[in-house]
């Protein structure tokens, strides 16, 4: 039976899909520059997707080498980023290239000479910028919060949207995209960006009589490599703000 060039797309790009997590990772950076910055003097952001469970992560830096790279990677992969060897599709960035190659990884570049050079990974830039933007907005925080706004967004979406998954019954079922990339359900709490808290500050920078407890803003979580989490929140200084 003949098939025609777009069946034979379409076998070719099943055949290189994911299947299981940390089987093909999607890497993009979105540049924004010195004008923009942010209040660490962040200029640009990696955007990490597993392609398997759907999680993402973004990490927003102040140099976009192959240094920023390798380290967002590891924190991304974890302990699995020595024992996978992971295919990466990116555009031909020359910091992911090299970062890539220092892993043992597999990079699966884009076709030079193009304007779309990953759909997925431009697509999923722009949601986490408008979710960014949403996120500024409703808590009345300045544009150089953009990096922790970009980092909230990105990381509740784990906590809450299921991971892609065709068909019942198969592992990603009916579980988060968190689930189904670390293991284990998120039991923490969710809060909105900048939600008023209240936090245990350092016992050695208060009195024997002050109290226990100081107001603060609700940035995030703290995940550790491989999407481990340990019970922490990221918390800002509510004067400071």
């Known amino acids: 039976m003949l098939k025609n060039q777009s069946e034979l797309k379409q076998a070719a790009h099943e055949l290189r899909k994911a299947t299981k997590p940390l089987d093909r990772l999607i890497l993009d950076h979105a540049v924004i520059g010195e004008a923009f910055a942010g209040r660490n003097k962040e200029r640009s952001s990696l955007r990490i997707i597993d392609e398997y469970t759907g999680a993402c992560l973004s990490y927003p830096s102040t140099v976009r080498d192959h240094f920023s790279v390798s380290k967002a990677c590891l924190h991304f992969a974890g ?24 892993f043992g990884w597999l990079r699966e570049q ?34 150089k919060d953009w990096p922790s706004a970009q980092e909230h967004h990105d990381t509740v979406r784990n906590f809450t949207e ?14 988060t995209k968190y689930e189904a990339i670390a293991g284990v359900p998120f039991e923490g709490h969710i809060f909105a960006y900048g939600s ?8 050695k920078t208060i009195g024997p009589f002050a109290p226990k407890t100081l107001p603060g803003l609700f940035l995030g979580w703290e995940l550790q490599p491989g999407f ?13 703000y």
Do not use: M
């Open 162 to 175: 299921l991971a892609p998954c065709i068909g019942e019954g198969g592992p990603r079922d009916g579980v």
């Open 79 to 102: 302990r699995d980023a020595a024992n996978f060897i992971v295919r990466v599709g990116s555009d031909r960035a020359g910091e992911i290239a090299r970062a890539v190659k220092d």
């Open 228 to 240: 481990k989490w340990k019970g922490i929140y990221k918390v800002a200084d509510y004067e400071a």
């Open 110 to 143: 884009s076709a030079p000479n193009t304007t779309q050079h990953n759909p997925v990974a431009e697509r999923g830039i722009r949601t986490s910028k408008e979710g960014a933007s949403a996120n500024l907005e409703q808590s009345g925080f300045e544009h």
């Open 196 to 203: 008023l808290c209240w936090c245990k500050p350092d016992p």
